[in-house]
């Protein structure tokens, strides 16, 4: 990272060539900007960020900040920095169709202003990967969010396969251990202690036969989806997990899916809430992914139309049009009423405190890398957030919940420059945080037509 010539020798607006310019400037210097604070409710104006190497370290008022000669200067007059958004829930890998890695993904992060995300279902070969791809990152050779903890999913059908299960992930270098809905629960509970006596958390989906309140008291330290919450936030839980007792794998998956329909009707905001208040001091954080029953919901009558489609590589897109295809054949009844559901206990979830982070498992079907992560933040206002407690799920929150936060999740001296500057205030419209005049991404800065480059 230190001035050097390539810099000069760099005139086209090619991909390696923008690689030695990001990696050229020493210091960057965000000149009389907006300082968006996401954790309270007064932002700092006429402020002059200076970021060194990849830190954020002094933010003086305007006129009296001291910017070094050889500083990169980006004009802030007018406009608004947020910290980088993050996204705790995307698949990079294809572990089960053995496709390869969606590469394809990460600028699409970058462009959209996501520099970190949280992958969900890697495998030992996958975290390989991300250690290559954290290393070309480093180097200025990728352009590419960092991957914040990844975890490898634990498939057991016999609670006796635990300990081994959970050794194998740990060996592989996870940060921590995948659960599915499908997961019986005796297994679950062995899996939880098997973690817990390596030392890693456990994440993901809560199994269908368990209640959301019981995971979050086990250590279940996240909880996608709302899965469980449907049920817990109805006046039939008691039933319909008794019914669901001793079942597991798909016979599980089957009972719960036709239950939907009963759990969604008895919805319930007095037991939500007595529930939320519980959730609240738990220790257990909700991805709730909205991106996904707003995207079931809101299914386009031709995906292939999409501006965007383009930017999928081609088996993604195949995959894309065989599910899609699927779904208009066989259109989901119950998706309107789970939207109205999921905003139902987010409301109630938001008013009790529970702890809250953005994700939104892309790449689903019409849920595009990077672009979905704006999505979320509207969805999160749709559901009664205000901008602002929006933006502290996708910056601060997450940070928060990987116990990263002294070194970032807000823009500090001393935390790490993944920043992001927009054109208008995030906190009036959180739709703001589409207008991206520029990334800094670990220090290095991509404006306007660099992050164009990026979806081209
Ligand atoms: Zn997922």
Not at 15 to 22: K, N, W
Not at 364 to 390: I, K, N, W
Request: with cysteine.
């Amino acid at each position: 990272m230190h001035p050097s010539k390539p810099m000069r020798l760099c005139t086209l607006a090619t991909l390696a060539c923008m690689t030695l310019r990001m990696a050229a400037a020493a210091s960057v210097a965000i000149v009389d900007t907006t300082v968006v604070d996401v954790e309270h409710d007064r932002d700092a104006t006429h402020r002059t960020v200076l970021v060194e190497g990849d830190r954020i370290t002094s933010i003086a008022a305007a006129n009296d900040a001291r910017i070094p000669v050889d500083a990169v200067r980006v004009d802030g007059r007018g406009r608004w920095l947020i910290p980088g958004l993050v996204d705790m829930h995307v698949h990079l890998f294809n572990t089960v169709s053995h496709r390869p890695p969606n590469d394809w993904a990460l600028p699409l992060f970058v462009a959209n202003g996501v520099t970190g995300v949280r992958e969900m279902s890697a495998d030992a070969q996958s975290i390989e990967r991300l250690r290559q791809w954290r290393r070309e990152t480093d180097a200025g050779e990728r352009i590419a969010p960092r991957v914040l903890a990844a975890g490898i999913a634990a498939r057991i059908s016999d609670a006796a396969d635990a300990r081994r299960e959970v050794a194998a992930i740990a060996d592989s270098g996870a940060d921590f251990v995948k659960v599915f809905s499908e997961v019986g629960t005796p297994e679950w509970h062995a899996l939880l202690a098997a973690a817990r006596e390596r030392g890693l958390p456990v994440a993901g989906h809560v199994p269908a036969a368990v209640a959301l309140l019981d995971a979050a008291a086990q250590g279940q330290r996240s909880a996608e989806h709302l899965m469980q919450a449907y049920e817990a936030c109805s006046s039939i839980e008691g039933t319909l997990l008794r019914e669901r007792s001793g079942l597991a794998g798909q016979a599980l998956a089957d009972l719960r899916d036709a239950q939907e329909s009963r759990a969604l009707e008895a919805f319930d905001r007095r037991a939500c809430s007595r529930v939320a208040r519980q959730l609240a001091t738990s220790g257990q954080w909700q991805v709730p992914t909205l991106a996904l029953p707003w995207a079931e919901a809101h299914r386009s009558a031709s995906a292939d139309a999409d501006p965007r489609w383009r930017l999928l590589r081609a088996d993604e897109r195949t995959r894309w049009s065989r599910i899609l295809g699927e779904l208009a054949a066989h259109p989901d009844p119950l998706a309107g009423r789970r939207w109205h559901g999921a905003r139902s206990i987010m409301a109630v979830f938001r008013r009790a405190g529970v702890p809250m982070m953005t994700g939104t498992d892309a790449p689903m079907p019409e849920v595009y890398p990077g672009f979905s992560l704006q999505d979320e933040l509207a969805r999160f206002v749709d559901a009664g957030y205000t901008p602002r407690e929006a933006l502290r799920a996708a910056t601060l929150a997450p940070a928060r919940f990987l116990g990263q936060d002294a070194t970032s999740g807000s823009i500090a001296p001393g935390k790490r420059a993944d920043l992001v500057l927009l054109a208008a205030d995030p906190t009036r419209d959180v739709r703001n945080t589409r207008r991206i005049d520029a990334v800094v991404l670990g220090g290095r800065v991509l404006r306007r037509a660099e992050l164009d480059a990026l979806l081209r």
